[in-house]
């Protein structure tokens, strides 16, 4: 123990008595201690040279088990500060003199209970066994996570996984080859260790995972083999905790992240109170007193302010050390503000008074501060972009930083937050690509770790298109082969999960089928657009099916696009015309045409977002446009448009299907007997009309997928 660490418990030693016992005369000390076994309980007789009015304050601790006695006014008469007793579960005393006052600790091996007695010059206690724990309760604490069974068998390790959990925790799946490994978990500095005691490990299983990018508190996860046993050590950071379970053959740990709470006294996600349990007889005694001594029970240093007085009462057994300044928080109106290991703990009014000065001294320190000049050269943003993100003013949703910093589904020219100071400034330099900003140190800080978070490779997504004309034979043929297949237990599912069969109408309605996976045409009224989703298996039987599309005559393929664009940024696909529109104008007797030109285009926008899970988000817009011909106004022909807008969820190289567009096809055909099919009325006796439609659907297949460094495509 350290000399500051004494000296902080000798100061709660001397502070901690309790002005609950009127003072003997000066001169009254400790003159004997003796110790007698009285079946299952052990007594205590202390004699004191003179009479105790009261029984002096006492409390107990659970871990490590120990009672106190406080004794102001009276000194150490034994001659020694330590007895060694080992009588049943009193291992020993310890008798500690500071000033006017003794502090007697017992100490025991177990956690006992105890009654108190006062007979003039004589102080009994009586310490009572508790009664034991069962088996199963004394090893919850151990480190040992699960004893071997199946002893004698091989045990190994078949798999490791790592898993990112819905709250955001690193979650370890260890598969193992039977639920008969030894298990020790521990925490070994920052890091939590698992062994798998006499377990093999295979080669390809020894090695060390980088799973920072799965966003959680774990950093690395590493498995090797020492000796006949395996060990896995988990790297987390920052604050956090830890859950482990077995089922089976499966060992799962969960790291979670801990939010740390500045006005909390242990930190943790659990509910309740998590401190230390102590037992206290206070009777009228001092709060500043109490306060340290509940401070070194949680291993704290603590800061109490001059302000803080009076006296508190308190009978408790078994509380939390926390809870116990909780309690007295909420008695006295007291708060605390913590820092590491440090508490200032004061009344609320005088903590909100200082909080504020210390917020105003901080704004006159940030106007009078000199600026410093700093710069900072940028990879992936635009120095500009980026320049003005920190000024504050208005921002692009398209590229580089501002696609960075915009939220999704924000506005064009959206004005962000400034980040500078008041009398901060910031200049881009378009060459370089540098930035330079003139700041106070501490706003320098914040912008060093704004750019670190923005300026870093954005992933790509591979956006595959392709744009099919299709008769209706070819739906109802697809959506048949595909039923067959889901008969066949392919893994797919509805809604926006592993989709092969949820079909989604524009029209404000939806219609899925449960039974069967169909195209969008075949289900979906005429006319109206509609949406399907396939997961990444169906994918390769579709374009299979797109392949043989043109050689069976039953469609073709109008164009296959493909772009890569980056994350959460637009891509947009334009195939077409531009109709030109003829106008005329008369004035002063002239007569003046001009062209203009309207587009008649097949048109994709879309927006892809990559998920924690490895899905894709796609804001999707696809625009069919046509002239209508038969519909032309002098020659100049209105535009047919069919847009379908919606987002999905898409599973990585899955593909989603738009259909519902319709282009019908009318041909009137006359066939007649020459001379007699031209007679009035009588001729309709001798000809034959012939009318003929066929119907076909435009269909888009979007298909899209994740990019790697490995990727390539030709």
Same mark, same amino acid.
């Given at each position: 123990?350290?000399?500051?660490?004494?000296?902080?418990?000798?100061?709660?030693?001397?502070?901690?008595?309790?002005?609950?016992?009127?003072?003997?005369?000066?001169?009254?000390?400790?003159? =004997?201690?003796?110790?007698?076994?009285?079946?299952?309980?052990?007594?205590?007789?202390?004699?004191?040279?003179?009479?105790?009015?009261?029984?002096?304050?006492?409390?107990?601790?659970?871990?490590?088990?120990?009672?106190?006695?406080?004794?102001?006014?009276?000194?150490?008469?034994?001659?020694?500060?330590?007895?060694?007793?080992?009588?049943?579960?009193?291992?020993?005393?310890?008798?500690?003199?500071?000033?006017?006052?003794?502090?007697?600790?017992?100490?025991?091996?177990?956690?006992?209970?105890?009654?108190?007695?006062?007979?003039?010059?004589?102080?009994?206690?009586?310490?009572?066994?508790?009664?034991?724990?069962?088996?199963?309760?004394?090893?919850?604490?151990?480190?040992?996570?699960?004893?071997?069974?199946?002893?004698?068998?091989?045990?190994?390790?078949?798999?490791?996984?790592?898993?990112?959990?819905?709250?955001?925790?690193?979650? $370890?799946?260890?598969?193992?080859?039977?639920?008969?490994?030894?298990?020790?978990?521990?925490?070994?500095? &920052?890091?939590?260790?698992?062994?798998?005691?006499?377990?093999?490990?295979?080669?390809?299983?020894?090695?060390?995972?980088?799973?920072?990018?799965?966003?959680?508190? $774990?950093?690395?996860?590493?498995?090797?083999?020492?000796?006949?046993? &395996?060990?896995?050590?988990?790297?987390?950071?920052?604050?956090?905790?830890?859950?482990?379970?077995?089922?089976?053959?499966?060992?799962?740990?969960?790291?979670?992240?801990?939010?740390?709470?500045?006005?909390?006294?242990?930190?943790?996600?659990?509910?309740?109170?998590?401190?230390?349990?102590?037992?206290?007889?206070?009777?009228?005694?001092?709060?500043?007193?109490?306060?340290?001594?509940?401070?070194?029970?949680?291993?704290?240093?603590?800061?109490?302010?001059?302000?803080?007085?009076?006296?508190?009462?308190?009978?408790?057994?078994?509380?939390?050390?926390?809870? %116990?300044?909780?309690?007295?928080?909420?008695?006295?109106?007291?708060?605390?503000?913590?820092?590491?290991?440090?508490?200032?703990?004061?009344?609320?009014?005088?903590?909100?008074?200082?909080?504020?000065?210390?917020?105003?001294?901080?704004?006159?320190?940030?106007?009078?501060?000199?600026?410093?000049?700093?710069?900072?050269?940028?990879?992936?943003?635009?120095?500009?972009?980026?320049?003005?993100?920190?000024?504050?003013?208005?921002?692009?949703?398209?590229?580089?930083?501002?696609?960075? =910093?915009?939220?999704?589904?924000?506005?064009?020219?959206?004005?962000?937050?400034?980040?500078?100071?008041?009398?901060?400034?910031?200049?881009?330099?378009?060459?370089?690509?540098?930035?330079?900003?003139?700041?106070?140190? =501490?706003?320098?800080?914040?912008?060093?770790?704004?750019?670190?978070?923005?300026?870093?490779?954005?992933?790509?997504?591979?956006?595959?298109?392709?744009?099919?004309?299709?008769?209706?034979?070819?739906?109802?043929?697809?959506?048949?082969?595909?039923?067959?297949?889901?008969?066949?237990?392919?893994?797919?599912?509805?809604?926006?999960?592993?989709?092969?069969?949820?079909?989604?109408?524009?029209?404000?309605?939806?219609?899925?089928?449960?039974?069967? $996976?169909?195209?969008?045409?075949?289900?979906?009224?005429?006319?109206?657009?509609?949406?399907?989703?396939?997961?990444?298996?169906?994918?390769?039987?579709?374009?299979?099916?797109?392949?043989?599309?043109?050689?069976?005559?039953?469609?073709?393929?109008?164009?296959?696009?493909?772009?890569?664009?980056?994350?959460?940024?637009?891509?947009?696909?334009?195939?077409?015309?531009?109709?030109?529109?003829?106008?005329?104008?008369?004035?002063?007797?002239?007569?003046?045409?001009?062209?203009?030109?309207?587009?008649?285009?097949?048109?994709?926008?879309?927006?892809?977002?990559?998920?924690?899970?490895?899905? %894709?988000?796609?804001?999707? $817009?696809?625009?069919?446009?046509?002239?209508?011909?038969?519909?032309?106004?002098?020659?100049?022909?209105?535009?047919?448009?069919?847009? %379908?807008?919606?987002?999905?969820?898409?599973?990585?190289?899955?593909?989603?299907?738009?259909?519902?567009?319709?282009?019908?096809?009318?041909?009137?055909?006359?066939?007649?007997?020459?001379?007699?099919?031209?007679?009035?009325?009588?001729?309709?006796?001798?000809?034959?009309?012939?009318?003929?439609?066929?119907?076909?659907?435009?269909?888009?297949?979007?298909?899209?997928?994740?990019?790697?460094?490995?990727?390539?495509?030709?």
């Amino acid at each position: 123990m350290s000399l500051i660490n004494r000296f902080s418990v000798l100061c709660g030693w001397l502070f901690a008595a309790a002005a609950f016992a009127a003072p003997s005369e000066i001169g009254n000390s400790i003159e =004997a201690i003796n110790v007698a076994r009285q079946g299952n309980d052990i007594a205590i007789k202390i004699d004191l040279k003179n009479e105790l009015l009261s029984v002096p304050a006492s409390f107990s601790v659970a871990n490590p088990p120990k009672i106190a006695f406080d004794f102001p006014g009276v000194s150490n008469g034994v001659g020694k500060n330590t007895q060694v007793l080992n009588e049943g579960d009193l291992r020993s005393f310890n008798i500690v003199q500071v000033s006017d006052r003794t502090r007697l600790v017992v100490n025991l091996s177990k956690k006992m209970n105890y009654d108190t007695r006062l007979e003039g010059r004589v102080l009994y206690v009586t310490l009572t066994p508790i009664a034991q724990l069962s088996e199963k309760s004394t090893q919850a604490g151990a480190t040992r996570f699960a004893e071997e069974s199946l002893v004698g068998r091989k045990h190994a390790i078949r798999d490791v996984m790592f898993r990112r959990g819905k709250d955001g925790e690193g979650r $370890v799946i260890v598969e193992l080859s039977d639920a008969g490994s030894a298990i020790d978990i521990r925490q070994q500095g &920052g890091n939590l260790v698992v062994d798998f005691q006499k377990t093999e490990i295979p080669e390809h299983l020894r090695r060390k995972l980088d799973v920072n990018d799965f966003a959680t508190p $774990v950093s690395t996860v590493e498995t090797k083999l020492i000796g006949d046993s &395996g060990r896995m050590v988990i790297a987390p950071k920052g604050l956090w905790e830890h859950n482990a379970y077995q089922s089976e053959n499966q060992f799962v740990v969960e790291v979670k992240r801990v939010v740390e709470d500045p006005n909390k006294l242990v930190q943790g996600s659990k509910v309740g109170y998590q401190g230390p349990k102590v037992s206290i007889n206070y009777q009228n005694g001092d709060v500043r007193a109490l306060l340290r001594l509940m401070a070194e029970e949680l291993g704290l240093n603590a800061v109490i302010s001059e302000t803080v007085t009076g006296t508190t009462t308190l009978v408790l057994k078994d509380v939390p050390a926390d809870q %116990v300044i909780d309690i007295i928080f909420q008695q006295k109106g007291l708060d605390m503000r913590k820092k590491g290991n440090i508490i200032l703990i004061a009344p609320r009014d005088e903590i909100a008074t200082r909080e504020k000065l210390d917020f105003e001294s901080k704004q006159q320190i940030s106007e009078l501060e000199p600026l410093k000049l700093e710069q900072f050269q940028l990879n992936y943003q635009k120095a500009q972009d980026v320049s003005r993100l920190l000024m504050g003013l208005p921002i692009s949703s398209g590229q580089g930083a501002a696609s960075a =910093a915009v939220p999704p589904g924000a506005t064009a020219n959206m004005a962000a937050q400034r980040i500078l100071s008041k009398r901060g400034s910031a200049v881009a330099d378009p060459q370089s690509n540098l930035l330079f900003v003139n700041d106070i140190p =501490a706003k320098l800080e914040e912008i060093r770790s704004f750019i670190r978070a923005i300026d870093i490779g954005a992933r790509q997504v591979l956006i595959e298109a392709r744009v099919v004309e299709a008769k209706d034979s070819f739906n109802r043929s697809l959506g048949v082969k595909l039923n067959f297949l889901n008969s066949k237990s392919v893994g797919i599912g509805l809604g926006g999960m592993n989709l092969g069969g949820g079909v989604y109408s524009s029209g404000g309605q939806s219609a899925s089928n449960t039974a069967g $996976v169909n195209l969008p045409s075949y289900t979906s009224e005429g006319g109206r657009l509609a949406v399907s989703l396939f997961n990444s298996s169906l994918t390769r039987i579709l374009n299979l099916e797109l392949a043989a599309l043109e050689s069976d005559g039953i469609g073709k393929i109008i164009s296959s696009p493909r772009v890569i664009t980056a994350n959460n940024v637009k891509a947009k696909i334009e195939d077409g015309t531009e109709i030109p529109y003829v106008t005329t104008q008369s004035s002063g007797g002239t007569t003046t045409q001009t062209v203009s030109f309207k587009p008649a285009k097949l048109s994709l926008e879309a927006t892809p977002q990559i998920t924690p899970e490895g899905t %894709v988000r796609m804001a999707l $817009v696809v625009k069919k446009e046509e002239a209508d011909w038969t519909k032309a106004v002098l020659g100049n022909p209105p535009i047919k448009s069919s847009v %379908v807008e919606t987002n999905v969820v898409v599973e990585n190289g899955g593909t989603v299907v738009i259909g519902g567009v319709f282009v019908t096809d009318s041909q009137n055909s006359v066939e007649k007997v020459p001379l007699l099919g031209d007679i009035p009325v009588l001729g309709a006796l001798f000809k034959y009309k012939n009318d003929t439609g066929e119907r076909r659907e435009l269909l888009v297949f979007i298909t899209p997928r994740i990019i790697s460094d490995k990727m390539r495509f030709d």
